[in-house]
């Protein structure tokens, strides 16, 4: 199965400022097929990205998603307080769908 | 707007048999087009997927939970549910139901979750 792995574990960035968060595979993710989604305690799950660039429904455009082949990026380009939580990227192109260990992005 | 809810019990004995249900409203699960899947988290650590469902009953399982898992699907109810047997500590983890998308294999509707702990 394909390994994600996320890097930095956890960003300390203030509100207002661009975070850069990464997901490495460990092999070559077929078509692209990479998403990211948000999560905050006691919420639902939240989809932001699929098909590596593709914002989901309803996702402001200050989320942006980049990459292929095995390096991939979730951009946020001005943080808002809403927007702290921890986000993981899941391939979707080779089965079983694998998930990476998450990044976490916290206030400075 | 698509909503899914889990429910179950929150804690099982080791050995025993973890069963939980996901209830879908604002659609159908037998109008088909997407599959149902179950998701879980370990405390502290990242997302398993755990497989899937068709409104059907076909289904596919990850092969590391393969021995394991069931699920199911009542259609008269708008449910699917998931039965995880024999079940150890390492089985403690939060539970998600959701809905894959229609283009692709990856979910675009989840449920809050609910956390399951095995113990004694």
């Known amino acids: 199965e394909i390994v994600l792995t996320q890097s930095p574990g956890t960003l300390s960035l203030s509100p207002g400022e661009r975070a850069t968060l990464s997901c490495r595979a460990s092999q070559s993710v077929s078509s692209s097929y990479l998403a990211w989604y948000q999560l905050k305690p006691g919420q639902a799950p939240r989809l932001l990205i699929y098909g590596a660039s593709s914002r989901a429904t309803g996702i402001p455009d200050r989320f942006s998603g980049s990459g292929s082949g095995t390096d991939f990026t979730l951009t946020i380009s001005r943080l808002e307080p809403e927007d702290f939580a921890v986000y993981y990227c899941q391939q979707y192109g080779s089965s079983p769908r694998t998930f990476g260990g998450g990044t976490k992005v916290e206030i400075k | 707007q698509v909503q899914l809810q889990e429910s179950g019990p929150g804690l099982v004995k080791p050995s025993q048999t973890l069963s939980l249900t996901c209830t879908v409203s604002?659609?159908?699960?037998?109008?088909?087009?997407?599959?149902w899947s179950w998701i879980r988290q370990h405390p502290g650590k990242g997302l398993e997927w755990i497989g899937y469902?068709?409104?059907?009953?076909?289904?596919y399982y990850n092969p590391s939970l393969k021995s394991r898992v069931t699920i199911s699907v009542d259609t008269s109810k708008n449910q699917f549910s998931l039965k995880l047997s024999s079940v150890t500590a390492a089985d403690t983890a939060v539970y998600y139901c959701?809905?894959?998308?229609?283009?692709?294999?990856?979910?675009?509707?989840w449920g809050q979750g609910t956390l399951v702990i095995v113990s004694s």
């Open positions: 959701a809905r894959d998308s229609w283009n692709g294999d990856y979910e675009d509707y």
């Open positions: 469902i068709y409104y059907s009953g076909s289904t």
């Open positions: 604002g659609g159908s699960i037998s109008s088909g087009g997407y599959y």
